[in-house]
């Protein structure tokens, strides 16, 4: 019986593995169909490689930083013949779960600076985000790393609760969006006197990017519990609920929109992974609904009065968003509103901010260095040609290009 149990685990975190590894997709379909068509391909290729190249670095480095283990023994040891490794090599998968989300945060990260960021920079900035400044975040939330939830819980009564990371994750990719996007400055063309804004080139294929999303988050988020034991469907519902709510308003205050409608769903999953294990179904309505009007408004004032050039409106879809999520489960997940409670709204707005603001300080240095070292921004003249060609030196349609 404990091996059947052991192996349903194995099984349960590697299936959770594979659909958050299918995410990866929808951001790549997403992008693809937000950026003009000179930009298609490159798009897609970004998201490839950068999973690659922040695999490699979360198992070299990151993971060690997190969670204080190494991968560097004998295969024997790592699928489970010593002790700090679990059987039938849980701890591996564990791994690859928690590695595709985050290599979940360049590929937010690529959405927010796509169509004028040179290629390997960027690759470079990824494996640093990936390596470093995100398991720094992930270890102290979810490792309990130097004693900070210890010292929450003994001050506050509660620790940072961040059941699927819509801080963790979320926030921390979408504010580190916002230095890089800050920095490199809005593409060629999109501001100024004779400035206009850049229509998606797809809509059929950004909707198949939200929808790649969708499926694959009910992974990120309920098999977050890494245990079939641990598993519940208050978790699933929520989400469920969440992503309701993000669609609808986001579809009442956009006047259904296409673009707000789809990352309407996006925005209130991106909120609801706080506290999914939490909520009530009704106050996961509620926290998504909010999150869809967030998301809408956000982007509107992001792009046309505060001109920053966002091209997926990945901070304020997941960096305001998940700040809200964060914020939201010290207050939906009170028991006085229908949650579980255990949580503290005083530790839950603390931590989303400190948070938050560790992010985007982060991300201006790395981005300042990069620029100064390496440059990061694409000429004038590749932007004009696009990233497809001027990168790539193919486009997404080859044959229409003789």
């Known amino acids: 019986m404990d091996t059947s149990n052991v192996g349903l685990d194995v099984f349960f975190v590697l299936l959770g593995a594979i659909l958050v590894f299918a995410m990866h997709g929808g951001f790549a379909f997403l992008e693809v169909g937000t950026v003009r068509g000179k930009n298609q391909v490159n798009a897609l290729v970004k998201i490839i490689v950068d999973f690659a190249f922040s695999t490699l670095a979360y198992f070299l480095v990151g993971y060690t930083i997190a969670y204080g283990v190494t991968f560097f023994h004998s295969a024997a040891t790592l699928s489970g013949a010593d002790a700090g490794f679990g059987p039938q090599g849980f701890s591996l998968v564990k791994f690859f779960f928690l590695a595709t989300f985050a290599a979940a945060v360049p590929a937010i990260i690529s959405g927010g600076i796509a169509e004028r960021a040179k290629f390997w920079p960027q690759v470079i900035t990824a494996s640093v985000?990936?390596?470093?400044?995100?398991?720094?975040?992930?270890?102290?939330?979810?490792?309990?790393?130097?004693?900070?939830?210890?010292?929450?819980?003994?001050?506050?009564?509660?620790?940072?609760?961040?059941?699927?990371?819509?801080?963790?994750?979320?926030?921390?990719?979408?504010?580190?969006?916002?230095?890089?996007?800050?920095?490199?400055?809005?593409?060629?063309?999109?501001?100024?006197?004779?400035?206009?804004?850049?229509?998606?080139?797809?809509?059929?294929?950004?909707?198949?990017?939200?929808?790649?999303?969708?499926?694959?988050?009910?992974?990120?988020?309920?098999?977050?519990?890494?245990?079939?034991?641990?598993?519940?469907?208050?978790?699933?519902?929520?989400?469920?609920?969440?992503?309701?709510?993000g669609i609808i308003t986001a579809a009442l205050v956009s006047r259904a929109d296409p673009g707000f409608v789809h990352n309407g769903a996006l925005a209130g999953l991106v909120a609801v992974c706080a506290g999914s294990d939490l909520f009530h179904p009704i106050g996961a309505l509620a926290v998504g609904g909010i999150a869809g009007v967030i998301f809408v408004k956000g982007f509107t004032i992001t792009q046309e009065k505060l001109k920053i050039d966002d091209v997926l409106g990945v901070w304020p879809l997941h960096g305001l968003c998940?700040?809200?999520?964060?914020?939201?489960?010290?207050?939906?997940?009170?028991?006085?509103?229908?949650?579980?409670?255990?949580?503290?709204?005083?530790?839950?707005?603390?931590?989303?901010?400190?948070?938050?603001?560790?992010?985007?300080?982060?991300?201006?240095?790395?981005?300042?260095?990069?620029?100064?070292?390496?440059?990061?921004?694409?000429?004038?003249?590749?932007?004009?040609?696009?990233?497809?060609?001027?990168?790539?030196?193919?486009?997404?349609?080859?044959?229409?290009?003789?």
């Not at 890494?226 to 929520?238: D, E, M, P, T």
């Not at 560790?358 to 070292?373: E, I, K, P, T």
């Open 322 to 402: 998940g700040l809200w999520g964060g914020i939201a489960a010290g207050i939906f997940g009170l028991e006085a509103l229908g949650g579980l409670g255990g949580v503290s709204p005083i530790v839950q707005i603390l931590g989303s901010v400190l948070i938050s603001a560790y992010a985007l300080g982060a991300g201006w240095v790395l981005y300042f260095v990069s620029s100064r070292l390496v440059g990061i921004r694409l000429t004038d003249e590749q932007q004009r040609r696009g990233a497809d060609l001027s990168i790539h030196s193919i486009g997404s349609e080859p044959e229409r290009e003789f």
């Open 129 to 245: 985000i990936v390596g470093l400044i995100y398991p720094f975040t992930e270890g102290l939330v979810w490792n309990g790393n130097f004693g900070l939830q210890a010292l929450l819980e003994q001050t506050f009564g509660a620790k940072l609760h961040d059941f699927a990371g819509s801080i963790v994750v979320h926030a921390l990719g979408g504010w580190l969006a916002l230095a890089a996007v800050l920095r490199l400055g809005a593409r060629n063309g999109r501001y100024g006197p004779n400035g206009r804004p850049f229509p998606p080139s797809s809509i059929p294929w950004l909707a198949l990017g939200t929808w790649l999303l969708c499926i694959g988050w009910f992974g990120f988020n309920v098999m977050s519990a890494q245990s079939v034991a641990g598993v519940s469907g208050l978790v699933a519902i929520n989400s469920l609920m969440a992503m309701v709510g």
